[in-house]
């Protein structure tokens, strides 16, 4: 039932990428919630904390569609470190701009979405250089492990960061965001090469759409992305959360995701259990439903602390989905797609909550929050049954079966690449 913790013992250059983007991810996890509350104080309005998200979503779109295929070509340690250190000059710009006499709400949006895009060139060659030093039959306790590091960091840093800025200066959340970069930074520069591809695919439309025609052939692969998408875009409260802490009245704007890291981190800590389940897609399906049931009952709570236990359930709820999603991923993908379906995946589990933001804070503007957040639990509950039985293959899927899939199309590309070249 405990914690899995093989991919750390077994791998020198996972235990580097944990543990530098752990005190990274705690510092990240206080802009995360500070850019919100800055842009609700500048203007009191919670449909334009919903157009940060979506800022965020148009160049993570267009970058994810290259991401993956420059993941599967270039060197991806190279990717890791440039993107690494775009990220670090967007929160520098953050900081300066809190420090202005009147902040600009138009650097706001320019800084996430440059941070969107950075994410999104970063993210594929991270997944695909973690499943070429751990084994793929670790993966499920690689997924547990990677949502303890978010976990550990989304407790704490979320609400501190909260009453920082809200007591203080959104400065200074910028600033111990800032200092964090520096581990993150050492551990992508002390990565040791890894063997490439052998003839890798020049990133083009043509591999790119490679990529897209394998996803869409595989509908259990289908049915991660897609359940998910529903269960963040109808059900994702974020955008509300400034508004919220002003309805209950109190600094909690930074308990709220904090609420959703614990549910994950319990989720994550008693993990042990997941690598005996072969039904994967079951799961995914069975958690998001759950997941959008929390909500429902987060949106109607008069208490703060009611709220947010059901907060605490609805993470560990996504954080179950999250790790049976990424086993899926991790175990039947052959490596040399590995870039470009990490791509996907990427924009998979940010559409539905960027999309989602946008679209809770457009609603509860013109209705109300408890409505906004009730309707979403709602529909989110009804668009993930619909999903589920018109992906039958989906609720079918076997882990191990998968195992064998990705076993047999690396076997057959390596013999074509073989055949090629005599």
């Known amino acids: 039932m405990l914690l899995d913790i093989t991919p750390l013992k077994v791998s020198r250059d996972y235990r580097l990428l944990f543990f530098g983007q752990l005190v990274s991810f705690f510092g990240s996890m206080m802009t995360f919630i500070v850019v919100p509350w800055q842009m609700f104080e500048l203007t009191k309005s919670s449909a334009m904390v919903g157009y940060i998200y979506l800022a965020e979503f148009v160049p993570m779109v267009i970058l994810a569609f290259v991401g993956g295929a420059f993941a599967d070509y270039f060197d991806r340690r190279k990717i890791l470190r440039l993107t690494e250190i775009g990220q670090t000059l967007v929160t520098t710009v953050l900081l300066i701009n809190s420090l202005l006499p009147n902040p600009q709400i138009w650097v706001l949006f320019v800084a996430v979405a440059f941070h969107a895009g950075f994410a999104a060139l970063q993210r594929p060659a991270f997944e695909s250089f973690i499943q070429k030093v751990i084994p793929s039959e670790l993966m499920s306790a690689v997924m547990a492990l ?81 359940i998910d998408i529903a269960a963040m875009f109808f059900a994702m409260p974020q955008a509300l959360y400034p508004a919220l802490a002003m309805i209950y009245g109190g600094d909690y704007v930074g308990f709220f995701p904090a609420a959703i890291a614990l549910g994950a981190l319990v989720a994550s800590l008693t993990s042990g259990w997941t690598k005996n389940i072969h039904k994967h897609g079951q799961m995914v399906t069975i958690a998001a439903i759950l997941w959008g049931v929390a909500i429902i009952f987060f949106g109607l709570s008069e208490s703060i602390w009611i709220a947010l236990s059901f907060l605490v359930m609805a993470g560990f709820s996504d954080m179950i989905s999250g790790i049976f999603r990424g086993a899926i991923w991790n175990q039947t993908i052959p490596n040399f797609l590995r870039g470009r379906l990490a791509s996907i995946e990427m924009m998979s589990y940010l559409t539905g909550p960027m999309l989602g933001s946008a679209k809770m804070g457009i609603v509860a503007e013109k209705y109300s929050v408890k409505i906004a957040i009730v309707s979403g639990g709602i529909l989110c509950v009804v668009s993930v049954v619909a999903l589920a039985l018109i992906l039958p293959r989906f609720l079918r899927y076997d882990g191990r079966e998968g195992i064998k899939q990705k076993e047999i199309e690396e076997a057959n590309h390596n013999a074509g690449i073989a055949e090629a070249n005599i």
């Open 146 to 226: 990677n949502s303890i590091r978010w976990s550990l960091g989304a407790i704490v840093s979320p609400a501190v960061g909260g009453i920082i800025a809200s007591q203080f200066s959104a400065s200074i959340a910028y600033s111990f965001d800032l200092i964090t970069f520096i581990a993150s930074l050492i551990a992508v520069f002390m990565l040791r090469a890894i063997p490439a591809h052998e003839n890798p695919e020049r990133p083009s439309l043509k591999v790119i759409i490679k990529g897209w025609k394998y996803a869409f052939s595989r509908q259990e692969l289908m049915g991660t992305y897609l």
